[in-house]
C-alpha cells in the first residue's frame, strides 16, 4: 500500500493558476506543504533547543486530537520527497534520524542534542550577565 502511495503520480493544483510541471510546481508545492506541517500551530513540531534551526517531536503534541494521524501523514509527505527527489524545509536533530532510519538511539546521541542546547543556552546567559571570554563579570554602564 505504502509503495502504490510513493510511486503514484500525483496532481498538484493551485487554485485559480494553470501550468504544466516541469518540476517547478512539484517543489513549490513540496516548500508550501513543508511549511505547513512546521507551523507552530499544529503543535507537532517545535525547534530543538540547541541550535532553533532542528526540528524534533514537540512534547505537547498529544493536546491536538488528531496528532497521531497527523505525524503518519507527514512521515508519507517526508518518503514520497525522498522518492520525487524533492528537497523540503526541514531540518531533523541526529537523534529523530537515527530513530527515523532504525539505528538504535544510545545516550552519546541524546548527550551530543543536549551538550549543544546547553552551550547554546550557557552564550545565551553569560551575553546576557555581560560575562566575557575570560570570565569576569564587566560592570554596567
Request: glycine share 6%.
Amino acid at each position: 500500500m505504502l509503495v502504490q502511495f510513493l510511486c503514484q503520480k500525483r496532481c498538484r493544483l493551485f487554485a485559480g493558476e494553470e501550468g504544466q510541471d516541469a518540476g517547478g510546481l512539484l517543489r513549490e508545492w513540496y516548500i508550501i506543504i513543508s511549511r505547513e506541517i512546521f507551523n507552530p500551530m499544529y503543535a507537532l513540531f517545535c525547534t530543538s533547543p540547541g541550535d532553533r534551526v532542528t526540528y524534533t517531536i514537540n512534547p505537547a503534541s498529544h493536546c491536538n486530537s488528531n496528532h497521531l494521524s497527523y505525524f503518519k501523514f507527514v512521515g508519507r509527505i517526508i518518503a514520497k520527497a525522498v522518492f520525487d527527489n524533492k528537497l523540503l524545509e526541514c531540518y531533523f536533530t541526529r537523534s529523530f534520524y537515527k530513530h527515523i532510519l532504525g539505528v538504535p538511539v544510545k545516550l552519546v546521541h541524546l548527550l551530543r542534542d543536549f551538550v549543544q542546547c546547553l552551550t547554546m543556552w550557557l552564550s545565551v546567559v553569560a551575553s546576557s550577565l555581560h560575562i566575557n571570554c575570560c570570565g569576569s563579570l564587566q560592570r554596567l554602564p
